[in-house]
């Protein structure tokens, strides 16, 4: 099992820039894909990137391309979440999950029902 903890998020103004950081405990980092998503008030939590156990490969919802950037460091047992350009509709809470079933090369998956652990979330709110 890991435990995850998110860290990084605030109160920013639009066109702004944060890092969010996702923290895993235990030794096994390396073995699971991650993923970011997001839930904004009202809302359902919806997808925003993934990358594989290997940073190989990546996904991100199309709102999110060319602004965010999913990248994990193994060694250091975390991920992050570069944003860039933020606009007021990223304001949600973060969460950062875990997928314990990823074979090594495959694409991470973008539902949430795939990821078995998930941390806490970190809020981020985007002023206009």
């Known amino acids: 099992q890991v435990q995850l903890v998110e860290s990084g998020g605030g109160l920013v103004q639009a066109g702004d820039s944060l890092r969010l950081s996702c923290a895993a405990s235990g030794h096994t980092f390396g073995s699971y894909a991650m993923g970011w998503f997001r839930q904004a008030p009202g809302k359902e939590r919806e997808f925003v990137a993934a990358i594989s156990r290997s940073s190989i490969r990546t996904r991100y919802v199309d709102s999110v391309k060319g602004r965010f950037t999913i990248s994990r460091d193994n060694a250091k047992n975390t991920m992050y979440l570069q944003m860039n350009t933020l606009k007021p509709e990223d304001t949600a809470v973060y969460y950062c999950?875990?997928?314990?079933?990823?074979?090594?090369?495959?694409?991470?998956?973008?539902?949430?029902?795939?990821?078995?652990?998930w941390g806490q979330g970190t809020q981020v709110t985007v002023s206009s």
């Open positions: 999950a875990a997928d314990r079933d990823a074979a090594w090369g495959t694409v991470p998956p973008l539902v949430d029902y795939r990821y078995d652990y």
